[in-house]
């Protein structure tokens, strides 16, 4: 069974930092492209950042280049999410999602994990 | 950057109607649009990629169709469980990837 768990959100002042993980199981993880996508209060998905299979390339959305970096542990089927100079913008439930297909990098997300909220307040 | 824009907002039903919820993108996606279900304290659950495949276990009454810029996602007969709020999502444009606004499909 595929499961993705998110832990690392917190309440955190603007001007913050904050690391996301997300632990996988059930699955290659190695062979999946993985992204982390954000969901402000009442509001719709929005994608964030995704890195391939490989760990090689990373994509961003505008709103967090230079202050968010996406990494992966493919040792420990693990998935990172180092935010820096958080702003209240920011505050959302944060999710990561895994490509439904092997060594494709298809961003279609079908699975997600239960989310970690975070808040920046000061 | 491709927008997308869901209408309606809301769609009031009944168990047993259908549901027609519609997806209109500012510029071609071809067919790579997916749409997703989510429920009050639960993440996002995929239906259909790229246009019209259903995901693993998604039940026939969920349907997909539209290539370009306009899509349509139906629910042949509403079942109680359907009752959510359905986003759309592209992956030919990107980055970045862009999501509509979402439908909620309300009981009527």
């Known amino acids: 069974e595929v499961q993705l768990v998110e832990s690392g959100g917190a309440l955190i002042q603007p001007g913050g930092s904050l690391r996301l993980s997300c632990a996988a199981s059930g699955f290659t993880f190695p062979n999946y492209g993985m992204s982390w996508l954000r969901q402000p209060p009442g509001k719709g998905p929005e994608w964030v950042s995704t890195i391939k299979d490989g760990g090689d390339t990373t994509y961003y959305t505008d709103s967090v280049k230079g202050r968010f970096t996406v990494s992966r542990d493919n040792s420990k089927s693990t998935l990172y999410l180092q935010m820096s100079s958080l702003r209240a913008e920011d505050t959302a439930i944060y999710y990561c999602?895994?490509?439904?297909?092997?060594?494709?990098?298809?961003?279609?997300?079908?699975?997600w994990g239960q989310g970690t909220l975070v808040t920046v307040s000061s | 950057e491709t927008a997308l824009t869901q209408s309606p907002a809301t769609l009031s039903l009944s168990p047993g109607e259908r549901a027609t919820l519609s997806c209109r993108a500012s510029q071609s996606v071809d067919i790579y649009l997916a749409w997703y279900q989510q429920k009050p304290g639960q993440a996002p659950r995929l239906l259909i990629y790229?246009?019209?495949n259903r995901a693993t276990g998604i039940p026939a009454r969920f349907s997909g169709s539209g290539s370009g810029t306009d899509f349509t996602l139906t629910i042949s007969s509403l079942e109680p469980e359907d009752f959510a709020v359905y986003y759309c999502q592209q992956r030919k444009n990107w980055p970045p990837l862009t999501f509509g606004g979402g439908t909620k499909v309300e009981i009527k």
């Open positions: 999602a895994k490509d439904l297909s092997v060594h494709s990098n298809d961003r279609i997300f079908d699975f």
């Open positions: 790229d246009a019209s």
